[in-house]
T-cell receptor
Framework: GQNIDQPTEMTATEGAIVQINCTYQ??????LFWYQQHAGEAPTFLSYNVLDGLEEKGRFSSFLSRSKGYSYLLLKELQMKDSASYLCAVMDSNYQLIWGAGTKLIIKP | TAGITQAPTSQILAAGRSMTLRCTQDMRHNAMYWYRQDLGLGLRLIHYSNTAGTTGKGEVPDGYSVSRANTDDFPLTLASAVPSQTSVYFC????????????FGSGTRLTVV
C-alpha cells in the first residue's frame, strides 16, 4: 500500500531551527510537496522537490532523497506565525497526491 | 483575486438530507479535486476531475457524487447525509500535471446531526 509518515507534533523555540521529516512508500514517484496549514484555514503550497537535493526558499528549505524515500522541511529563524501544521504529500505514478497526516508545529517564545 | 471559491463556509445538516457543496475556480485549471479532512488523518480524496466532462473516484467516494459540466465548476453532492460525513471539505485545482502544486479553496465545515 501507499504510506506517508511524518511526526504528529513538534515543539520548537522562537528564533531556532526545526526539521520536519517525512518518509514515504508509494507506487511511483512524480514529486514531493510540502504545504503549510494554519488552524481553520486551507493548505498553502510551500515547496516541490522532484530531484534529489536541497531546495531553498527564504527561511524554508526542503530536501529529498528518492533512494531513501525521505524528505525533510527545514525552517530557520522560527517566528510565532510559523505555528501551523505542515503536510507532506507525494505525487504517485497516476499523478495523484498521497497525503501524510501532517505535523503540528508549536512555537514557544 | 484569482482562486477557488467554496460555498457555504459551514453548514449543519440533518441526517438523511441532501446537500451540494459548491466549488468554482477562475484560474482555468484543468484538474479539480474534492478532499475531506478529519482530525488525525491526512487529506483523503473523494472524487477528482482531470478535465471538463470527466470525473473519477478517489479513496473515499461512497456517499458522494460530482459533476464537471465546465472548466470552472465542480460541485460535490451528498445524496443522503450520514453523521460519518461530518468533516471539513476542501476543493482544490491544479494546472497541467500538478507539479506546480494544488490551489485550495477555504473549505466547507459540514456537521451532520
Amino acid at each position: 500500500g501507499q504510506n506517508i509518515d511524518q511526526p504528529t507534533e513538534m515543539t520548537a523555540t522562537e528564533g531556532a531551527i526545526v526539521q520536519i521529516n517525512c518518509t514515504y512508500q508509494t507506487s511511483g514517484f512524480n514529486g514531493l510537496f510540502w504545504y503549510q496549514q494554519h488552524a481553520g484555514e486551507a493548505p498553502t503550497f510551500l515547496s516541490y522537490n522532484v530531484l534529489d537535493g536541497l531546495e531553498e526558499k527564504g527561511r524554508f528549505s526542503s530536501f529529498l532523497s528518492r533512494s531513501k524515500g525521505y524528505s525533510y522541511l527545514l525552517l530557520k529563524e522560527l517566528q510565532m506565525k510559523d505555528s501551523a501544521s505542515y503536510l507532506c504529500a507525494v505525487m504517485d505514478s497516476n499523478y495523484q497526491l498521497i497525503w501524510g497526516a501532517g505535523t503540528k508545529l508549536i512555537i514557544k517564545p | 483575486t484569482a482562486g477557488i471559491t467554496q460555498a457555504p463556509t459551514s453548514q449543519i445538516l440533518a441526517a438523511g438530507r441532501s446537500m451540494t457543496l459548491r466549488c468554482t475556480q477562475d484560474m482555468r485549471h484543468n484538474a479539480m479535486y474534492w478532499y475531506r479532512q478529519d482530525l488525525g488523518l491526512g487529506l483523503r480524496l473523494i472524487h477528482y476531475s482531470n478535465t471538463a466532462g470527466t470525473t473519477g473516484k478517489g479513496e473515499v467516494p461512497d456517499g458522494y457524487s460530482v459533476s464537471r459540466a465546465n472548466t470552472d465548476d465542480f460541485p460535490l453532492t451528498l445524496a443522503s447525509a450520514v453523521p460519518s460525513q461530518t468533516s471539513v471539505y476542501f476543493c482544490a485545482s491544479s494546472a497541467g500535471d500538478g507539479s506546480g502544486g494544488y490551489t485550495f479553496g477555504s473549505g466547507t465545515r459540514l456537521t451532520v446531526v
